[in-house]
């Protein structure tokens, strides 16, 4: 499985942003993917996670409320769809996939994206 992240920019704050993760692969369908995060000087954070159909989503407190993530199976790609950012939010943020976990454990997903950055200004 291969994964192409999308969609970051510079926004003011209170601004919205939605990312892409686009999946290439027979079978990427069928494999969960998450959301992480990666500030400069900071380790990597989970961000969101969704199951393979969808059926399940988990979203990190810090970003509860404000983003949300989904996914379009035919179009292989999730989203990451982020509103009301503010300066913290800045970071590249990653995509990953994995075909049994769905998860805030970075270690755990096999396959990772490129990443893209999030800058938001005050």
């Known amino acids: 499985v291969q994964l192409q992240a999308s969609g970051g920019g510079l926004v003011q704050a209170g601004g919205s942003l939605r990312l892409s993760c686009a999946s290439s692969?027979?079978?990427?369908?069928?494999?969960?993917m998450g959301w992480f995060r990666q500030a400069p000087g900071k380790a990597r954070e989970f961000v969101a996670a969704i199951s393979w159909n969808g059926g399940s989503t988990y979203v990190a407190d810090s970003v509860k409320g404000r983003f949300t993530i989904f996914r379009d199976n035919d179009k292989r790609t999730a989203y990451l769809q982020m509103n009301s950012l503010k300066p913290e939010d800045t970071a590249v943020y990653y995509c990953a996939a994995d075909r049994r976990y769905t998860g805030s454990s970075a270690t755990e997903y096999d396959y990772w994206g490129q990443g893209t950055l999030v800058t938001v200004s005050s």
């Open positions: 692969g027979r079978t990427s369908s069928l494999y969960n």
